[in-house]
Each structure stands twice: as structure tokens, then as C-alpha cells.
């Protein structure tokens, strides 16, 4: 039986395991992938207090270091299903068993939006991505479409300037990037197509590339999709403490409305998504679970 599982290892997961480890809580953390998330799939970091310039593999790699110095038990498994028991500890079951505990915190992050085309799933890793620092290397000196309209859509189509022949941004309404994702375009030298969806992409094993809804063709070798995230809260809908847009409903102790379950970072209903504030709400989360389980 664990004080604390915590579903998720990104930054505001990683927070809470340092915060719930420290304060004297056993703790488990479990995520199906490696430690950061999305959070290691961000190219460069500017806005996080303490670091001038930095990777997100960096920033990631560096807070899974901590977890590991404050020896965190943490396992690789999808989680399937939280139960709440009868008796007040919670079941949380995972694709390699099943885990107790007195106290859950959810913080699964949100996942990338897919373009929702017919012909999607059949190119993704055979042309499509969702991750400029992953899989931009594999596309040097080869033309790339990315699709999306802010920051995250720009900045990454800058970073993947520095490997391909060239880059197409198309967004499908108006620009919502803000001045400094642009200059960094402008200064890549990227061409912009506005006001245009694309509707369907084009190939045979891979994609060779997408068409406009002008009936306009682009040849591409690769895509590189940044349509926004979703909360990742499928797996609680049994819970019910989601709001219609899947993310949860929390207080200002993270806490949702079942004793002994909080929320934290990219999942909760909140006005501003950012690593700093995912950290913070990390820390609250375990802290204010701490307090309730001395009670």
C-alpha cells in the first residue's frame, strides 16, 4: 500500500514526486513513457525562470535527475483504469498489474491534437509527425509542411529550418503565433499560406504531399502536424470529475471532488498552461494531499 501514486512523470508530475517524497509519503510514480512528455519534445525553452536558453530534453532530463536523487520509485506502465475503493484507498490499475494506495495524483499532460483526415494514421511515421525534436533529423536537406498556426507551430517549423530544404507553414485561419514565434520565422526564411486547410494528404507508402481545400497541391516529404493538445483523461471517465472538454475540475489545493484524489499540470482546467505553473501546481497537489492524509 503506497501513501501516494502519482499517474504521469512530466514536469508537474515530477514536482509532486519530489514535493509527496519529501514529505515523508511512500510514493510511486507510473507513466507509460519516459520521464518529461511532452516536455522533452519541446526544441528550445526561453520563458522558464532560472534558464536563459535550454532544450526541453535538457530541462527534462535534469528533473528526472532530481527524482532519481530523492530515490522516487517510478515505473513504466500505461495506466488503465483509478478505482476508488470502499474502504477510501484507490486501485489503480496498469497494463503491467495492479497498485494501492491512500492518495492518487492525476497528472497525465495533455496529447497532440491529431488533423482528424481520413488517410492520417496510414502516414504517421511514414511522413507525418507530431514532434519537430524527434524526428526532424530524419528530414535533412528534404521539404517539409507544417501545419498550425501558434507559437508551437512556428517555433518548431524555425527549428526544423536548420535541417530541411525547406519549410511550408499552412494555417488553416488567422496567425495566432505571437511576434517572437514570427521573427524567428521571418528569419528562416519560411513561407506562410494562410487562410488555407489542407484536405487530404497525398502519397502511396509515404507522403509525397497534401492537398488544399483551393485544390492547391504541395509536394512535401514530410509533415509536421500542431493542431493544440488535449487532456490525456480518458482513462478516468468512470470518475466523472472532468468538465465537457476533458479536463479536470480541481480546487486551489488541486483537489477534485473525491477525497484523496488531486489533479495537477496539463490535465486541470486552469487559465494559463506552462511549465512554471506545472511545477507549481505539482507542488501543491502533494502538499495539500499530504496534509489531508495526517488528518
Not at 488555407?196 to 512535401?220: A, P, Q, W
Request: proline share 1%.
Amino acid at each position: 500500500m503506497y501513501d501516494c501514486i502519482i499517474v504521469g512523470m512530466g514536469c508537474a508530475g515530477m514536482s509532486a514526486g519530489i514535493y509527496a517524497k519529501r514529505a515523508g509519503l511512500n510514493t510511486l510514480m507510473v507513466d507509460e513513457a519516459m520521464p518529461g512528455e511532452n516536455l522533452a519534445k519541446i526544441s528550445v525553452i526561453e520563458n522558464y525562470l532560472g534558464f536563459k536558453s535550454i532544450t526541453g530534453s535538457e530541462l527534462a532530463l535534469q528533473m528526472f535527475e532530481h527524482i532519481k536523487s530523492e530515490d522516487v520509485q517510478y515505473k513504466i506502465a500505461k495506466v488503465l483504469n483509478i478505482r476508488i475503493n470502499d474502504d477510501g484507498t484507490k486501485t489503480v490499475f496498469t497494463s503491467k498489474g495492479e497498485y494501492k494506495s491512500k492518495g492518487v495524483i492525476i497528472a497525465g499532460g495533455r496529447k497532440y491534437k491529431k488533423s482528424g483526415l481520413a488517410n492520417e494514421d496510414k502516414y504517421i511515421g511514414k511522413g507525418i509527425s507530431y514532434c519537430a525534436v524527434c524526428d526532424g533529423p530524419l528530414y535533412k536537406n528534404k521539404t517539409i509542411v507544417v501545419l498550425g498556426g501558434g507559437n508551437s507551430a512556428f517555433e518548431e517549423a524555425a527549428y526544423l529550418s536548420r535541417f530541411a530544404k525547406s519549410v511550408t507553414i499552412i494555417v488553416r485561419g488567422s496567425i495566432k503565433a505571437d511576434m517572437q514565434a514570427r521573427e524567428q520565422v521571418n528569419k528562416a526564411n519560411i513561407k506562410i499560406i494562410a487562410q488555407r486547410s489542407v484536405v487530404e494528404f497525398l502519397g502511396n507508402e509515404y507522403i509525397t504531399g497534401v492537398k488544399l481545400d483551393d485544390d492547391t497541391v504541395i509536394d512535401c516529404e514530410g509533415v509536421f502536424i500542431y493542431f493544440g493538445t488535449v487532456a490525456d483523461t480518458s482513462f478516468i471517465k468512470e470518475l466523472d470529475i472532468t468538465d465537457e472538454n476533458g479536463y479536470i475540475l480541481v480546487d486551489n489545493c488541486m483537489k477534485t471532488k473525491y477525497d484523496g484524489v488531486y489533479a495537477c499540470g496539463d490535465v486541470i482546467k486552469k487559465e494559463l498552461y506552462q511549465i512554471a505553473t506545472a511545477v507549481s501546481d505539482g507542488a501543491i497537489a502533494a502538499t495539500c494531499l499530504k496534509r489531508e492524509l495526517d488528518k
